[in-house]
């Protein structure tokens, strides 16, 4: 049973860098087939893609959020990360992992994890 | 960015009710728009993938339809309690990006 298990601080001060982990257990992040992704949602907001990748280390980024995104995949601890600079209030959100297909049909998702942005 | 307006935002509806959400795509997306459920608390549940294919598990009274390249629809036939929540569309033609999503609450 495949499971995604989001890990990183809860609360971010403005302008400094949000940094989650994403920890994969039950398939291997190194499998051909699947790309591995991080979708986030605004409290009471919709859901906001931000970017995957792919196990060679390909990634794709939203235009929106491209300058301040960086994904990277650690094929060794089977775990990829996300990681977001100068972040500020409107980046506070629940941060989810995913598994997606070439389609970026999401078909696993991590249980979420609520980042705050506050001084 | 390829940019996706849902609508209505919200709609109240009833047990046994037919309800549709609409999805348009700020340009051609071909088929390649998905739709999800959300309840509250809980990660978004694929039900619809390619506009019109049914997610393996889920009840055939949801279906998604194609009416052009930018226009796509979400039906639920026969609104059952469990079928109250919000519903995004994602389209996976340029990367990804969502609509604001169309919540069906109870009338």
């Known amino acids: 049973q495949l499971q995604l298990q989001e890990s990183g601080p809860g609360l971010v001060r403005p302008s400094e860098t949000l940094s989650l982990t994403c920890s994969v257990s039950?398939?291997?992040?190194?499998?051909?087939?699947?790309?591995w992704g991080w979708i986030r949602q605004s409290p009471g907001k919709g859901l906001e893609w931000i970017g995957s990748?792919?196990?060679?280390?390909?990634?794709y980024y939203s235009p929106s959020l491209k300058s301040r995104v960086t994904i990277s995949i650690d094929s060794s601890k089977n775990q990829f990360s996300l990681r977001l600079t100068s972040v500020t209030a409107a980046d506070t959100a629940v941060y989810y992992c995913?598994?997606?297909?070439?389609?970026?049909?999401?078909?696993?998702w991590g249980q979420g994890t609520l980042v705050a942005v506050s001084s | 960015d390829v940019q996706m307006t849902q609508s209505p935002s919200s709609l109240s509806a009833s047990v046994g009710d037919r309800v549709t959400i609409t999805c348009q795509a700020s340009q051609d997306i071909k088929n390649h728009l998905n739709w999800y459920q959300q309840k509250p608390g809980k990660a978004p549940k694929l039900l619809i993938y390619?506009?019109?294919?049914l997610e393996t598990g889920v009840p055939s009274r949801f279906s998604g339809s194609r009416r052009s390249g930018t226009d796509f629809t979400l039906t639920i036939n026969n609104l059952q309690p469990e079928d109250f929540a919000t519903y995004y569309c994602?389209?996976?033609?340029?990367?990804?990006?969502f609509g604001g999503g169309s919540k069906v609450e109870i009338k």
């Open positions: 039950g398939a291997s992040i190194s499998g051909t087939t699947y790309y």
């Open positions: 990748i792919f196990f060679s280390g390909t990634s």
């Open positions: 994602q389209q996976s033609d340029r990367l990804s990006s």
């Open positions: 390619d506009a019109s294919n």
């Open positions: 995913a598994r997606h297909n070439h389609e970026y049909q999401v078909r696993w």
